[in-house]
């Protein structure tokens, strides 16, 4: 269960501000699995899924400053999540700041240059308990600064 909005708005002047999120109260309904390490049927039932946020939002506000040309910047916001079926292992949340600039050299080709995690904060985007070490915990990290070009063209 849960809800879902999003907005978009022309300010003018070549300004846009675009905005979504959502919040859910994801659970599993009827849920065991076999705990091969206890050698037992353990019941999740009532639990959050894996790796799912409750809570999710993104702001972006773009400008058109000349013809063929727009930039951007967005707030990307990722709630907590649980990392394992028993919700003991969590995620914090993280929210991330992109950057992006798009040139229209020709009707039917444009250039987009876009910076991800602009402020190159570090942030697990995955964790999971150590299968070794009772209680430790092993995590992903987050991609960095990312600088990112892409040419499409239409045809």
């Known amino acids: 269960r849960g809800i879902e909005a999003a907005i978009g708005v022309e300010l003018g002047a070549g300004w846009r501000v675009d905005a979504n999120g959502a919040i859910l109260r994801a659970k599993y ?3 065991t699995s076999i705990d091969w390490a206890m050698f037992s049927v353990v019941d999740y039932s009532g639990n959050v899924p894996l790796l799912v946020p409750e809570k999710t939002g993104n702001v972006w506000v773009s400008w058109a400053f000349l ?4 930039a ?8 907590e999540s649980f990392e394992n079926f028993a919700n003991t292992v969590k995620r914090p949340s993280y929210t991330v700041t992109n950057f992006g600039l798009q040139w229209q050299p020709l009707e039917n080709a444009t250039l987009d240059f876009r910076v991800k995690n602009v402020f190159d904060e570090v ?10 070490v009772p209680g ?3 995590g992903w ?8 070009a892409a040419l499409s063209v239409r045809f």
């Open 67 to 70: 013809p063929n040309w727009q």
């Open 136 to 138: 430790a915990v092993q």
């Open 141 to 148: 990290i987050a991609p960095p600064r990312t600088f990112e």
């Open 72 to 79: 951007s910047v967005g707030l990307q916001y990722v709630g």
């Open 29 to 31: 309904d009827d849920f």
């Open 123 to 132: 942030y697990a985007a995955y964790l999971r308990e150590h299968p070794d």
